[in-house]
Structure formats: C-alpha cells, structure tokens
C-alpha cells in the first residue's frame, strides 16, 4: 500500500507492517530505503514509516545502525530525512546517540527545511538522552 498516491493507503500501510515487527529481520532495511526513495513523496508518510518499522529494527538489530550514514547523502530527500528520523526511537532507549548527533551534524547545515527539522528533533531526543544520564550538581 505504500506505493499508493494517498497519505492514509500510506500510513494503513505501514501501520499494519508494523504490527510484525517481531518477524523482521535486517533484510527489511534495504526494501524500506527503497519504498523512501521510491514512494514517501512528504514528511508524514517518511515519519510513519520511520517511526512503525525502520526504527523498531534498529531497535531490534542496532547492529544495522551505521547502514543509515550512508542515507545521508542520498539525492532523495526523504531518504535523508529518514537517516536522522528512523535513530529516534533507538535514541530514546539510550542508545546511538553518537550517530544522532552525527547525523544532526550532517543534515543541520542543509538548505532544506524538512531537514533542519529532521536534525533538530533528533538533536533534542539525543540531548535529553544524554542529559538525563548527567548527575545533578
């Protein structure tokens, strides 16, 4: 269904895709990275898809991690956005948060804005992350 032209076939989509995700397996990663190249033409869908499924196998296989720096120079925009996007729900366990802020890095400086936004919502995830972890003085 993520191949349809409308946002709610999109997000049916990947919102039952994401109910297994206790059956993926790392060999999903290059399919996702395909449906953002090919069919996330917005920034709702790309979340979606980041958030029910690309960030539940980081999740699952951190391991897949360093695969998504290579998103970041992608030529479609979408694909780069998900680079940042996807590391948010691994960042909220603690974890990646050095690829976080390499990627808000990478993606901050970006004329677009989708990827300024995309930057500064992974930026603030990782920060608190880190700050949380920070003894009070």
Request: glycine residues 6%; charged residues 25%; positive net charge.
């Amino acid at each position: 269904m993520i191949a349809r032209p409308e946002l709610e076939a999109k997000g049916l989509g990947v919102c039952v895709l994401g109910k297994f995700r206790r059956d993926f397996s790392p060999s999903l990663l290059p399919r996702a990275k395909q449906w953002l190249a090919r069919h996330c033409t917005d920034w709702a869908s790309t979340d979606n898809l980041c958030g029910d499924v690309i960030g539940p196998l980081l999740v699952a296989y951190p391991a897949l991690v360093p695969k998504l720096r290579a998103w970041r120079s992608s030529p479609h925009l979408y694909v780069r956005r998900a680079s940042a996007v996807a590391l948010i729900p691994l960042v909220r366990t603690g974890q990646a948060l050095d690829d976080a802020y390499d990627a808000a890095r990478a993606l901050g400086g970006d004329a677009h804005h989708l990827l300024q936004k995309a930057a500064g919502w992974v930026l603030r995830e990782a920060a608190s992350r880190r700050d949380a972890a920070w003894p009070e003085n």
